[in-house]
């Protein structure tokens, strides 16, 4: 029997890892978007209105908080065509604070107060949300539409002049990484049952970025082991007390410096097939 | 020539203007099916300018660009690669971390909306699947499919783009500078590449500065200089125009 303590650990390691895959997604056609905590903040509270004040069944109440911050992930998408790097980071991590700062004026929601009332959900039920997303992303890496993101990623230009509408690539991949992380805010929800704007502020949104960025940014399974370690290894290293984080700081620098690419990369993964294959 | 046959390509008084200086200045051209016309010129004469023009980079300050007698003046650039223009860049341009198998296959046609891109490739296109098979072999390309394109040599690097620009089954193809910067024997394999890429039914207009690959390839010239088009006409009409000779040699006075 797992204890409660590991269970709460994976529980946030499922939900760290579908808004990592929400920031995978995005990365995938070049654009850094800071502001996916934001998507998880109106999943989470869409959810949890649907939920508590409408009746409705849990998965039922996901899907549809999906399906309306993916069309704002779509509208979020189009004013950020025309940014790129750093200002498209800038931008959207103002996006990601103003729907912070909406919730903490949202007094019908409990504004500063915050939000309560959501049913405990299971380790299972998170976990299945979160292997279902992982493994349609593992799939749709393999498909037409991945290779257009990851040639709209390296060269825009380029990519238009075979034919490939850079433009529905981008806002599309923004839409289905705001489904993604606003799953993640509806389990959060109805993992801790109480939520609050500071849930959902810009340190989240970094968390993000993090586990892509450590566990390799380049192929859909980085975000799993990424989730892992930024959970996992602080824990392991309660034995230097305050010092952990310091500590887990320069493990994450030394790693950039090592292998900036991330634990993962796509070269493992061939290297794998090819043996595979021979 | 034999009546007036429908020309693959149009491009008719194209002047493009970039602040006050006119880098176009009423550039008429045509393609016809099967033809390899070249655009030649010193630097800054407005070729690669030309190009940016006719695949929709560019919109022209006037002008009007024909495909099959369809105007594409300034429509998106996606538009007009799936309307039947591919082209490849001077300065090679493939995608950073893709292997060449990769760029064949996102390069293949294929419609907007469906499922089929969703899954993968190898599945729900085998058609696409098959295609891209064909190309890769009639590039000699199989080799080096895995390899990551940018890792490779030049000259094979060269051979990619083209591959990819004629995965997207373009009924005109754009070469900016296909032999820049290769040696004598890797020119000529690109040179008799494009006559079978003619041969089996691609228009082709190419740009280049080496006036004998030019001359040994092409059906028809355009000669520009500074943005205006200075004379035009079969290589061995070129060859002896004095007004080229001018300017590929300077100006005597």
Redesign the interface.
């Known amino acids: 029997m797992m204890s409660t303590y590991y269970a709460g650990l994976l529980a946030d390691v499922g939900i760290l890892l579908l808004g990592a895959l929400s920031v995978y997604i995005i990365l995938a056609t070049g654009q850094l978007s800071l502001g996916n905590a934001g998507f998880m903040g109106i999943g989470a509270y869409l959810t949890s209105y649907l939920t508590v004040t409408m009746g409705v069944p849990l998965t039922l109440a996901l899907v549809i908080a999906a399906a309306a911050s993916g069309a704002i992930g779509v509208i979020i998408g189009f004013p950020a065509l025309r940014l790129r790097g750093i200002y498209l980071a800038m931008a959207t991590l103002g996006f990601g604070e103003m729907v912070r700062s909406f919730f903490l004026n949202f007094d019908a929601m409990g504004g500063a107060g915050g939000f309560h009332g959501m049913r405990h959900v299971s380790l299972g039920y998170i976990w299945t949300w979160a292997a279902a997303i992982l493994l349609l992303v593992a799939?749709?890496e393999?498909?037409?539409?991945w290779?257009?993101l990851?040639?709209v990623?390296?060269?825009e230009?380029?990519?238009?002049?075979?034919?490939?509408?850079?433009t529905?690539i981008k806002v599309g991949a923004f839409g289905f990484a705001a489904a993604v992380a606003a799953i993640a805010g509806g389990l959060f929800a109805h993992h801790h049952v109480y939520i609050e704007p500071g849930n959902f502020s810009f340190e989240r949104s970094i968390d993000f970025v993090l586990a892509v960025i450590l566990g390799g940014s380049?192929v859909g399974a980085g975000a799993l082991v990424g989730a892992l370690l930024l959970v996992m290894l602080p824990e392991h290293l309660r034995f230097l007390a305050d010092w952990r984080f310091a500590v887990f700081g320069g493990l994450l620098i030394a790693m950039l410096l090592v292998r900036r690419q991330g634990i993962l990369d796509?070269s493992l993964f061939?290297f794998f097939e090819f043996r595979r294959s021979a | 020539m034999t009546g007036k046959q429908q020309p693959r390509l149009e491009a008719a008084g194209i002047t493009k203007m970039f602040g006050g200086i006119r880098a176009l200045n009423d550039i008429s051209l045509e393609v016809l099916p099967k033809q390899i016309v070249g655009i030649i010129g010193p630097n800054g004469a407005g070729k690669t300018t030309t190009f940016n023009v006719i695949?929709g980079?560019y919109r022209p300050s006037t002008g009007e660009v024909r495909l099959d007698g369809k105007a594409v003046t300034a429509e998106?650039?996606?538009l007009i690669?799936?309307a039947g223009i591919?082209?490849t860049?001077q300065n090679i341009?493939?995608?950073?971390?893709?292997t060449v198998w990769?760029h064949l296959?996102?390069?293949?046609?294929?419609s907007?909306f469906t499922l089929?891109?969703?899954?993968?490739?190898?599945w729900?296109?085998p058609q696409?699947f098959r295609r891209a098979e064909e190309i890769l072999e009639f590039l000699k390309l199989a080799d080096v499919k895995?390899r990551i394109a940018r890792s490779l040599p030049y000259g094979i690097q060269r051979r990619v783009e083209i591959a990819?620009?004629i995965?997207?089954r373009p009924k005109l193809l754009l070469l900016d500078e296909p032999v820049a910067g290769m040696n004598h024997d890797e020119a000529d394999d690109i040179r008799r590449l494009i006559l079978t890429l003619r041969d089996s039914g691609l228009s082709i207009l190419l740009i280049d500065h080496d006036m004998a690959f030019v001359m040994n390839l092409c059906d028809y010239l355009y000669v520009l200089d500074f943005g205006v088009m200075i004379a035009q006409g079969r290589p061995d009409q070129i060859r002896s125009n004095p007004v080229v000779l001018d300017a590929y040699l300077g100006h005597a006075t």
């Not at chain 2, 341009?93 to 893709?98: A, C, E, V």
């Open positions: 799939i749709l393999h498909s037409q539409i290779l257009e990851r040639a990623r390296d060269d230009t380029a990519a238009a002049l075979v034919g490939l509408d850079t529905t380049t796509r061939r | 695949t980079a998106p650039s996606h690669a799936r591919s082209r860049f341009r493939l995608f950073g971390d893709m990769e296959l996102v390069a293949q046609p294929h907007d089929r891109r969703l899954l993968p490739t190898r729900a296109d696409a895995d990819r620009a995965s997207a």
